[in-house]
Structures are given as structure tokens and as C-alpha cells.
């Protein structure tokens, strides 16, 4: 048998945990939880006093000279001024782009304070703006249908330099604070009771550090019962989305180009199907995607942002029903078509992703598998009738559909015009209207990695139960950890050979060589073919792929 290859390992890491995974207490009502589900979409907003410089927010501090950190916390704030700063223009561009939620920075590590705070001067009332941002922020939400979401960092590197830290960091900063920890618990605690008790129900919290994490929970329950902490409590992947379908409540947060804070310059924006392709997986997994914006110092969106909103607004007006209160199907995706169910009936959604050429008025024929008709079984194609084509009016657009042994097939026409020169880049959605499982997918898992005496890799999957099928084959897929930090996210995998299988168990398949000697450290997940049908399995990561 042919294998790839792999050079000698030095590192094995254990299952690509979802960062920032469930912690500690969760007082969460099971209820807040299902609305997040439902919800599916929300909008981040990272704005700090720093954005003047188009500098990372906060990190700068960390290891920064004591001459930093001081002109940092006094000179930064006096020229704060963001006349532009319209919240109601933001809040518009997030709900016509979907979203059901935002989550603004009320302050980041650095410890500038976006609201009229009486626990420090460093905050947006000691500038030349002194307004409090995060109160026009909470009553343009609430005029316009949007809930209500809190992001706060306990970790406060303006509180810890003046009383003592001289060195700031993340890696131990707890521990840095012993000296003044006492005082530190007092300090943040009033800071979440301000938060909590001055802007009536706040509907999400997002605690963004370890330290003190328990404390501001128990804050934000005491005075909020009703509200639902995400970071803190739920599983928050940033960056990239898990490597699998989930049944729990999950929130993935990622920047639209390579930072939280606006970046004047240098910057790469995801294009806005990369960002519906991102929403979609996110989807199709159970969670909900958290996408990030950046204000500028003067406080708006630059074109490239909002236009990227835009572009996604577009296609949620075509979707939005698939989009909201959806719900995993059977199997995540079948190829690049990604499925959902919807959440009380049974509708399949199917997203046809990666066509940007499919001309308008162009018929094209795809092959289900995991779907089965019935007999009051509805297709059609979101958006469009399927009754006219502009311009050619002897097109038939109607969607059609075929039960086969193989699965249902259906033909479909990309009829609506949506862009003035009739080219559309974005995902199809096909709704399947009373349809049924076609199949018992087999269950498996990806299970870890084993070094070889011999210096090759043995990767392992166990497969729990077997599916409703004849014939299975299993093998691996592997790439370069992923990260939406990188301009080429969301890259293609390369597979190994597969091999039948007939019974549960361990499987195994080793590799052996050179082919991906430059990778750093790799993603990896095991794939059964069940009858045909592709169906992946979670992720794991090895790291320390190169020799020393």
C-alpha cells in the first residue's frame, strides 16, 4: 500500500482541544443556552484607546518599557476623540448582516474603561469625548432588536502597574499580583457590579481571562440571572471552529482580517465568502459564529469592513431561514455542500459552497446521500421562484428533484440576479421540505497519534458503532493547523489511501517519510466512506514536526 509521509516527530499533543473550553461553575439557564443556539450569529466589537496607534490591543504593554506604559496610561487618553462614533450605524450594518447579538469591548486587558466608571480615571470620561460609549452603546442595541452582550477583562494591566507590577505579562500575572490581590478582587467586582446594575438586562457576558474568572461569574449571577456567559463557561474556540459537531451551546470568535483592533495598514480582509463559507460551518457544527469588527479611532467601520457586512447581509436576506434556529443534520457535510436541520420540523438546508462561477441561468445537478424524499417531500432554492430568469424568459428555473437508490438527486438553476453585472459568488441554499434521514451514519472517533521505534506515525481511530450501510473504508485526511489569523485559512486537505473495514474497533494507518517536513505542527482526522458517503471525523494536532 501506498502511504504519505511524515518526517521523525519530536512532540505529540493530545486532542485539539477547543480553547477556553467549559470551566468551573456554570449557572447558565439551560433555556439562555438553547438562544444561543438558535441565534447562531453575532457581531464582536475590539475598540480600545490604543486604536490611535493601529497597534494589537492591549499586548503592546506586555514587556513594554516603563516609559511606554506610563505615556500608555496618560497620553493616549487626552487625544481620545472619536467624532465619528455613531453606535446606531453599527448596530444597523450588524442586524441587516443577521446578526442577533453583539459583544462589545468594555475593557480589554490594557484597563481602559469605554463606560462612566467610578473604580479608576483611566477610562473614556477622562477624554476630550467624555461621553460613556458603552451606555450609547446598550440603547442603540436595544432600540433596534439586538441583544445586548458585555466582553470585560478582569485582567487589568493599568490597575496592576500602579500598584506594583512593573513587568506586565499574561503568563503569571496572578501570581505577579500576590502582593495585591486582596485589593485587585475588590477593584474588579465593582467594576462587574457597575456593569450589571447601570444598563438594565444585559443579555450575554464574555469573560476574557482566567484571573478572577469565578469571581466576576458569581457577580454577574448575583445582580443578572438571566444573562448567558459565554467565555467562561461555554466552549469559545478563537480563531478557528472545532473540528466537530457539537451538542452543547458553542460561540467561535474571529477577527475579519489579522487583528481585533482596527489595523490601518497591512491588513488582509477575509472576503466576504470566506465569511458566509465560516458562518455556514458554524452552523452545520451547532455553534454560533462571533465575527469581529474594529472601529477606527474616530469610531466608524472602514469600506473594507463594511463592505464585507454588506456582502454577508446580502445573502442572509436570500437565508436567513437557514441561518437562525437551525440545527445539526445527521452528517455536517457531504463534500462542499454543508447541511442543517431546522430546529423544530423536518427541513434539511444544503449549502452549495465553493462555486463562484456558476453562471446565472446555468442548471446544475448534485447527488445527496444522507437526505431521503417522502411522499410530501418540497424542494426549491432560497430566494428565487424559480418561475422567471431575467432576460430569458424560455428558461425553465424550476428546481427538480429525483429519489434513487444512491440518494436524491436534484437539479438546480441559479436564477436571481443579485449582483447588477450577473455574477454571484456566494453559497446556494437548497431546502428540502419533508424529507427523512436516508442512513445511520457509523459513529467514530479520531482517537491520537503513536511515535514508532521506527520514526514513523501511527495514526488511530476508533470506530463505536457501525451505520446502516454494506460497505465502509476508512482513512485519514491531514493539513497545516489552521488559525483565520492565516491569509490562507481553511485550506484543503490531503488524504491518505483508505482501506475496508467490516467490524468496530481500533483502525490504524501508519506514515512514513517526508512530505510535510515544513509543517510546524499539523491538524489531522480520520474519514469513513459509508456507502459512498464521506463522513469526517474530528480533529486532533500533532506539533514539532521539523527536525532540530
Known amino acids: 500500500m501506498r502511504f504519505f509521509c ?9 486532542f485539539l482541544s477547543i480553547t477556553h473550553a467549559q470551566i468551573g461553575v456554570n449557572h447558565n439557564k439551560p433555556e439562555r443556552e438553547e438562544w444561543l443556539k438558535d441565534a447562531g450569529f453575532g457581531m464582536f466589537i475590539h475598540w480600545n484607546v490604543d486604536t490611535q496607534l493601529g497597534v494589537v490591543i492591549s499586548h503592546s504593554l506586555v514587556g513594554a518599557s516603563p516609559d511606554y506604559i506610563e505615556r500608555y496610561i496618560s497620553e493616549l487618553p487626552k487625544t481620545f ?25 468594555t475593557k480589554h486587558h490594557a484597563g481602559f474603561c469605554m463606560w462612566d466608571t467610578k473604580t479608576t480615571d483611566f477610562g473614556v470620561m477622562n477624554t476630550p469625548y467624555k461621553k460613556d460609549i458603552v451606555r450609547q452603546y446598550v440603547d ?35 501570581e505577579k499580583a500576590k502582593p495585591f490581590q486582596a485589593k485587585y478582587k475588590q477593584f474588579v467586582e465593582a467594576q462587574c457590579k457597575e456593569l450589571m446594575t447601570n444598563y438594565g438586562p444585559v443579555d450575554l457576558f464574555f469573560i476574557d481571562s482566567d484571573v478572577l474568572r469565578e469571581e466576576v461569574k458569581a457577580t454577574v449571577w448575583k445582580y443578572q440571572p438571566n444573562c448567558l456567559v459565554t467565555r467562561g463557561v461555554l466552549q469559545t474556540p478563537e480563531q478557528y471552529l472545532p473540528g466537530e459537531t457539537l451538542s452543547s451551546a458553542w460561540e467561535s470568535c474571529m477577527t475579519m482580517g489579522t487583528a481585533w483592533n482596527y489595523k490601518p495598514t497591512n491588513d488582509h480582509y477575509k472576503s466576504g465568502t470566506e465569511l458566509i463559507n465560516i458562518l455556514i460551518e458554524s452552523r452545520a457544527k451547532g455553534g454560533s459564529y462571533l465575527l469581529n469588527v474594529g472601529p477606527t479611532q474616530w469610531g466608524q467601520l472602514n469600506e473594507g469592513q463594511q463592505g464585507r457586512l454588506m456582502e454577508i447581509g446580502a445573502w442572509h436576506f436570500i437565508n436567513q431561514e437557514a441561518v437562525h434556529d437551525v440545527r445539526p443534520w445527521i452528517v455536517r457535510n457531504e463534500g462542499d455542500i454543508w447541511l442543517t436541520k431546522s430546529k423544530d420540523g423536518n427541513t434539511v438546508y444544503a449549502y452549495i459552497t465553493n462555486m463562484p462561477e456558476w453562471p ?22 432560497l430566494g428565487q421562484s424559480g418561475n422567471v430568469v431575467e432576460y430569458k424568459p424560455d428558461l425553465d428555473g424550476k428546481t427538480r428533484f429525483k429519489q434513487t437508490p444512491e440518494g436524491i438527486e436534484i437539479s438546480v438553476v441559479r436564477a436571481q440576479r443579485i449582483y447588477n453585472n450577473h455574477k454571484w459568488p456566494n453559497p446556494v441554499v437548497v431546502k428540502f421540505k419533508n424529507v427523512a434521514p436516508a442512513l445511520e451514519p457509523t459513529q467514530f472517533r479520531t482517537v491520537k497519534a503513536e511515535k514508532l521505534p521506527n520514526g514513523n506515525l501511527r495514526l488511530l481511530a476508533n470506530v463505536l458503532k457501525l451505520g446502516h450501510g454494506k460497505n465502509y473504508r476508512i482513512g485519514f485526511e491531514y493539513r497545516p493547523v489552521q488559525s483565520s489569523l492565516n491569509e490562507e485559512f481553511n485550506q484543503k486537505w490531503t488524504s491518505t489511501d483508505i482501506y475496508p473495514i467490516s467490524k468496530t474497533g481500533e483502525q490504524s494507518l501508519e506514515i512514513v517519510g517526508s512530505n510535510i517536513q515544513s509543517y510546524d505542527e499539523i491538524e489531522y482526522r480520520a474519514v469513513l466512506i459509508q456507502d459512498g458517503l464521506k463522513i469526517e471525523g474530528d480533529t486532533q494536532k500533532i506539533s514539532k514536526l521539523r527536525l532540530e
Request: with cysteine; net charge positive; hydrophobic share 40%.
Open 6 to 14: 511524515l518526517l521523525t516527530f519530536l512532540f505529540l499533543s493530545s
Open 81 to 105: 476623540d472619536p467624532k465619528d462614533w455613531d453606535p446606531e450605524r453599527l448596530v444597523i450594518l450588524a442586524k441587516n448582516a443577521g446578526m442577533q447579538y453583539i459583544m462589545f469591548t
Open 140 to 174: 442603540a442595541c436595544r432600540k433596534w432588536g439586538l441583544a445586548v452582550g458585555f466582553y470585560y477583562s478582569p485582567e487589568d494591566f493599568s490597575f496592576a502597574y500602579r500598584n506594583g507590577m512593573k513587568d506586565l505579562t499574561r503568563d503569571d500575572h496572578w
Open 360 to 381: 446565472r441561468g446555468e442548471r446544475r445537478n448534485f447527488l445527496l446521500r444522507s437526505i431521503k424524499t417522502t411522499a410530501n417531500t418540497e424542494v426549491s432554492v
